[in-house]
C-alpha cells in the first residue's frame, strides 16, 4: 500500500543549526507532497506543499522540493530557533482523499 | 475565517460510558476526517467521508466506534462502549475535495479511566 517514510527522531539540535528531515514516499498515482508541522497541544498545521514534480514548497524559512526521480521530499531549514521544536510530519495525498498517508512524524528539538 | 471546530476540547470519562466527539468543518469543504493520535501508534486515519457520505471507514477500531456526517456541517465519532485503550486525541480534519489538503482542528483528548 501507499506509505510514507521519515527519519527516526528525536532530533536535536541548537539554534542556528541547518535541519534536514528526511522524506521518502511510495510513487502510487501523481501524489501532492505535504509537510505539516504540530506544536505541542495543538493540532497539525500545513507548514508548506507542492503538487508536481520540481516544485518546491516553502514557509517560515522551510524548503522542500518535490523530487520524482528520488520519491523524496526532504525538509529543509538553514536556521533553526528554539520556537522551531515540533514534531514535523510529512504526507502524501491525492485529490477526494484517496490514499492521504501521514509518516510517523519526526520530533525537532532546538536548544537555545 | 473560522477552523475546524472541535468539541469537546477534554473529555474524562469511566470505562463502559458512551463518548460522542464533535465537528464542524471549515464552510465550503466537502471531504471531512477523523484521526486518531497516541505515543505508541502515531496518527491513525479512522474514517473520512466525501460530500457527507463515509468513503473509507477501514481505519475504525472496531464495532465500538461509529462516526456519522448528518449535513455538510457537523459530524460525530462515538465510541460506546468506552474502554481505557481508546483514550487518545481525536482530530477532526476537512478539505476541498479537489485539493486534498488537510486542515485539522485543536483535537480532543479523551481519557477513559
Known amino acids: 500500500g501507499d506509505s510514507v517514510t521519515q527519519m527516526e527522531g528525536p532530533v536535536t539540535l541548537s539554534e542556528e543549526a541547518f535541519l534536514t528531515i528526511n522524506c521518502t514516499y511510495t510513487?502510487?498515482?501523481?501524489?501532492?507532497l505535504f509537510w505539516y508541522v504540530q506544536y505541542p497541544g495543538e493540532g497539525l498545521q500545513l507548514l508548506l506543499k507542492?503538487?508536481?514534480?520540481?516544485d518546491k514548497g516553502s514557509n517560515k524559512g522551510f524548503e522542500a522540493t518535490y523530487r520524482k526521480e528520488t520519491t523524496s521530499f526532504h525538509l529543509e531549514k538553514g536556521s533553526v530557533q528554539v520556537s522551531d521544536s515540533a514534531v514535523y510530519f510529512c504526507?502524501?495525498?491525492?485529490?477526494?482523499?484517496?490514499?492521504?498517508?501521514f509518516g510517523p512524524g519526526t520530533r525537532l528539538s532546538v536548544l537555545p | 475565517d473560522a477552523g475546524v471546530i472541535q468539541s469537546p476540547r477534554h473529555e474524562v470519562t469511566e470505562m463502559g460510558q458512551e463518548v460522542t466527539l464533535r465537528c464542524k468543518p471549515i464552510s465550503g469543504h466537502n471531504s471531512l476526517f477523523w484521526y486518531r493520535q497516541t505515543m505508541m501508534r502515531g496518527l491513525e486515519l479512522l474514517i473520512y467521508?466525501?460530500?457527507?457520505?463515509?468513503?473509507?471507514d477501514s481505519g475504525m477500531p472496531e464495532d465500538r466506534f461509529s462516526a456519522k456526517m448528518p449535513n455538510a456541517s457537523f459530524s460525530t465519532l462515538k465510541i460506546q462502549p468506552s474502554e481505557p485503550r481508546d483514550s487518545a486525541v481525536y482530530f477532526c480534519?476537512?478539505?476541498?475535495?479537489?485539493?486534498?489538503?488537510?486542515?485539522f482542528g485543536e483535537g480532543s483528548r479523551l481519557t477513559v479511566l
Open positions: 507542492a503538487t508536481k514534480a520540481d
Open positions: 504526507a502524501r495525498g491525492l485529490p477526494y482523499g484517496q490514499n492521504f498517508v
Open positions: 480534519a476537512s478539505s476541498f475535495v479537489s485539493t486534498g489538503e488537510l486542515f
Open positions: 510513487a502510487t498515482g501523481y501524489p501532492s
Open positions: 467521508f466525501n460530500n457527507n457520505v463515509p468513503i473509507d
